[in-house]
């Protein structure tokens, strides 16, 4: 009886980590050190543009839709907005506080100061394993609803998009 036990729960922990899940606590760990590494970086070159300015779009994704300030990227079937304010300065930190102040229990609030500017990276639980990802630059902000197993990774691209407006 004592080696079924061990058996079922040995199996049990082999088929719930090969779901490829991860905590949602693990989850805003990678997010915080993934963004902070990001927003750290060097800004990568822009390779494509709407009329408010030029962006670089990482690999993966496609410009599915452009208006004169709004980008909508794709990756697999997640849509990322990006919304490009060239009125607000790079230290700008009123898209944070508009955020912020909305009545929603953050799982990741994280503000970064880099080169004379401003960035931010917010997390919010959706339902079950879907979270909303909000990350700003200044006055730049992107946005998009991410399983919880893409939500570091999506940070991460979100910031080097926002890091590289120009």
């Known amino acids: 009886m004592y080696r079924w036990s061990v058996l079922i729960g040995i199996l049990f922990i082999l088929v719930s980590a090969g779901c490829g899940g991860i905590s949602e606590e693990e989850m805003v760990k990678q997010t915080e050190a993934k963004a902070a590494k990001a927003f750290e970086a060097k800004a990568k070159k ?3 543009e709407i009329k408010s300015g030029s962006f670089f779009v990482p690999e993966g994704y496609k410009v599915s839709s452009k208006q004169p300030n709004n980008v909508i ?9 990006l919304f490009i304010n060239r009125n607000e300065p ?3 930190k009123a898209s944070y506080e508009a955020l912020h102040g909305e009545y929603r229990k953050w799982l990741v609030d994280r503000t970064f100061e880099h080169d004379g500017g401003f960035g931010y990276v917010l997390v919010f639980k959706l339902k079950d394993e879907l979270y909303e990802v909000t990350a700003g630059n200044g006055g730049n902000k992107m946005t998009a609803n991410a399983q ?19």
């Open 46 to 48: 822009p390779t494509d």
């Open 73 to 81: 990227l794709t990756k697999d079937d997640r849509k990322h907005l």
């Open 90 to 92: 790079e230290d700008s």
């Open 148 to 166: 919880k197993k893409d939500v570091p990774a999506a940070a991460d691209e979100m910031i080097q998009v926002l890091k590289s407006i120009r």
